[in-house]
């Protein structure tokens, strides 16, 4: 087989700020050492997140000079609509300025005291939506999909038995849905099987409750079922997209991610009612239905870029350019959550530096390390993110200490691939001088946005 190759020529450029290891000291101890505190300008490679970084193609571009801003009945929102529809199959079409506006309606109007929702893991603003309006939010991961040493093909499952039992204890009448994230982000970005989304829906079915998909990375999945599952070989990506929405009531989803696009989002549903009481609130929050938070431009950008995502020599690429860092890094020794999911590579930072206690988060130190290395800026996803104290006061760890690294969509090529590899692999070399961190000062919510750190 010949190398899966970029399957696009670059038609704009953006140039890139190189640093020096001396620069980037400073730049790191006046952010205290929190990259999110460091200016995009002063990053060499970023892999921060894969959200709302993708570049647009030249088609995209040219909708934005398309787009119609009429305020009602715009001529792009009929195009967004109706490329939404061909995809997801669900007629009411909701547009919304990001995936977190679409989640706010639909549990403002579906949640509430009482009402509990399960998920195979829900993403955190998802969580936080639902937490919001009163309601509580449980995630039912298979065992294998909670342990990152296992290679299995659909990590991302949600627990059949555990959501049965779920729908048991609360009683069907107050889980108004159960949702399953395709790819599992939080999970490292793991897919669910057709299988898995088939059975939910007949166990869905049997207990009378809607099922709902958080379809960030529709694409993403659908590819590695192709790719994965028996049956589905020969099926193109297209239709096994819509027997993934087939088996379900309605989709929020962020166009940040498998959308192709900078910013927008939507909510895809079934019930004319259901669809009524959202856009009301629609009206209120974000905008007049036809639009929603969004200009038309955008929509056209949306509608495109569903369209390309679903295109097998792009998602060939795309989910090659993951596994290949990842193999890459696997080879060397540098331990990560296998097999690599669809849009990141998890590296494990108690693997990679065990003598650094987890109270001193060795994943801000990996983290802090790449960016002194070679200007690579990650994130932490461990101590720093979801970190907790007791009422006691004492530290509660979570279970995984992990540095995710982001790939953004058709934006870095195979040898800034290579380059990040580099500096991985460098920065490994090095390891036991790595130290470790504690907080100076933090935010009382999200801390990891804006705390700032000293090195032990
Ligand atoms: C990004 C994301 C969201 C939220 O979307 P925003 O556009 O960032 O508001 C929800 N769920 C998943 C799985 C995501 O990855």
């Known amino acids: 087989m010949k190398t899966i190759i970029e ?12 640093t020096t290891r001396a620069e980037r000291e400073r730049i790191l101890d006046e952010a205290g050492h929190n990259v999110f505190l460091v200016h995009a300008d002063d990053v060499l490679i970023d ?13 995209q571009w040219a909708g934005i000079m398309r787009g119609d801003e009429s305020y009602a009945g715009s001529k792009s929102f009929y195009r967004f609509e109706e490329a939404v529809r061909n995809v997801t199959g669900m007629e009411r079409v909701i547009p919304t300025h990001q995936g977190r ?28 939506n639902i937490e919001f309006a009163g309601s509580e939010a449980v995630d039912l991961l298979t065992d294998t999909g909670r342990k990152p040493e296992v290679r299995a093909d659909f990590k991302g499952d949600v627990d059949l038995d555990a959501l049965d039992r779920f729908i048991d204890e609360r009683g069907a009448e107050n889980v108004p849905f159960v949702m399953l994230t395709v790819t599992n982000n939080s999970g490292g970005g793991q897919p669910v099987s057709m299988k898995n989304i088939r059975e939910t829906r007949e166990l869905c079915d049997r207990r009378g409750v809607s099922l709902f998909l958080d379809a960030c990375r529709f694409a993403e999945n659908a590819y590695f079922i ?30 940040k991610k498998d959308a192709l696009v900078n910013i927008g989002g939507f909510l895809a549903l079934r019930s004319e009612e259901l ?56 080879a060397a020794g540098v331990p990560i959550i296998e097999p690599p999911g669809g849009h990141a590579i998890y590296i494990d930072a108690k693997r990679f530096a065990p003598h650094i206690p987890v109270e001193e988060f060795p994943g801000q130190a990996v983290v802090a390390a790449l960016y002194l290395e070679g200007g690579v800026r990650g ?38 691939i290579d380059y990040v590899v580099e500096v991985v692999l460098e920065t490994f070399a090095k390891r036991e001088a790595l130290r470790g961190y504690e907080i100076v000062e933090e935010a009382p919510m999200l801390r990891h946005f804006t705390a700032r750190f000293r090195r032990k």
Request: charged share 25%.
């Open 7 to 18: 399957p696009f020529k670059i038609k704009a450029v953006e140039p890139i700020r190189f």
């Open 47 to 59: 892999l921060l997140t894969d959200s709302g970084v993708a570049a647009m193609s030249a088609e």
């Open 101 to 128: 506006a679409a989640e706010k309606i639909l549990f403002t109007v579906l949640g509430g005291e009482g009402k509990a929702f399960a998920a195979n893991t829900f993403f955190d603003t998802t969580r936080a």
């Open 226 to 255: 192709k790719t994965r599952e028996p049956g589905y070989a020969d099926k193109s990506l297209l239709e096994i997209a819509r027997e993934m929405f087939s088996h379900a009531d309605g989709a929020t989803m962020s166009a």
């Open 275 to 330: 669809a009524t009481r959202c856009r009301n609130l629609l009206i209120v929050t974000e905008g007049f239905p036809t639009y929603g938070g969004l200009a038309g431009r955008d929509l056209e950008a949306i509608a495109q870029g569903l369209e390309e995502v679903l295109d097998e020599r792009y998602l060939a690429y795309r989910v090659r350019s993951v596994e290949y860092l990842g193999e890459k890094l696997v």
């Open 379 to 416: 994130v932490e996803i461990g101590g720093v993110m979801f970190g907790k104290n007791d009422a006691g006061g004492n530290y509660v760890p979570p279970p995984m200490e992990l540095v995710r690294l982001a790939i953004p969509r058709r934006v870095y090529t195979q040898s800034h």
